[in-house]
């Protein structure tokens, strides 16, 4: 296994409902981060974490809502989704923030349906 | 903005060849570049690093260049197998970790 697991594995979901997505990672690592990857599309990087603290968020819609309550977990809070947010939704993490090159981990991501 | 281009086409190719893959890179200059596989259904897994003042790196079949003057990384796979056979995401850094769209690779028998 790559020592980061993401919960659930596949998700399908209304527009109105409320879910979470839940990352865990085993690597004594420091940064984690949320990517989205769309069919065809370079993998969107959505939000990232440092030390619990959040450091970057490009321009995430609000629907999509991130918690970090330590470093080791990272969870997704989703709400009022569209079908377009349909997508494999990846966290990973690294031993420090990705400015000097430290490798990513993934996780082997959600698919999230919304329909 | 910065830009990634991998391969847009999926490369096909014969067991026992070298697969060659492309990730160029406009108006960026990444201090490193890295190169990750991806299986379907899985997340990424981290193969290479080179850095910027590197030219060339190896690992058992696999060898990457780095070209800051051309903007340009190749990725050889030697003696292709049929396990080689997934995407292969570029992703040049430097401060941000940028991924291309990936190229699909396909070793048949």
């Known amino acids: 296994e790559t020592g980061v697991t993401q919960t659930p594995r596949h998700l399908v979901m209304g527009m109105t409902n409320k879910k979470s997505l839940k990352c865990e990672q085993h690597?004594?690592?420091?940064?984690m981060y949320w990517y989205k990857q769309s069919a065809k599309k370079p993998l969107e990087l959505m939000f990232v974490?440092?030390?619990?603290?959040?450091?970057e968020n490009n321009s995430v819609p609000s629907r999509f809502s991130p918690e970090c309550p330590n470093s080791s977990h990272l969870f997704l809070h989703l709400h009022t989704l569209q079908p377009e947010d349909s997508a494999l939704y990846l966290c990973?993490?690294?031993?420090?923030?990705?400015?000097?090159?430290?490798?990513?981990?993934f996780g082997n991501g959600t698919r999230l349906t919304v329909t | 903005s910065q830009k990634i281009e991998q391969n847009s086409e999926a490369l096909n190719i014969q067991e026992g060849k070298t697969a060659t893959l492309t990730c160029n890179y406009t108006?960026?200059?990444?201090?490193?570049l890295q190169w990750y596989r991806q299986d379907p259904g899985r997340g990424p897994v981290f193969l290479l690093l080179i850095r910027e003042n590197e030219k060339e790196k190896r690992k058992e079949r696999l060898k990457v260049t780095f070209d800051t003057t051309l903007k340009q990384s190749l990725f050889h796979i030697t003696a292709s197998q049929p396990a080689d056979s997934a995407t292969y995401l570029c992703?040049?850094?430097?401060?941000?970790?940028?991924f291309g769209q990936g190229t699909e690779l396909s070793v048949k028998p």
């Open positions: 974490y440092n030390f619990k603290e959040q450091t």
């Open positions: 108006n960026y200059s990444p201090a490193y």
């Open positions: 690597l004594g690592h420091n940064a």
């Open positions: 992703a040049p850094g430097g401060g941000k970790l940028i």
């Open positions: 990973a993490s690294s031993p420090q923030r990705t400015g000097n090159g430290s490798p990513l981990h």
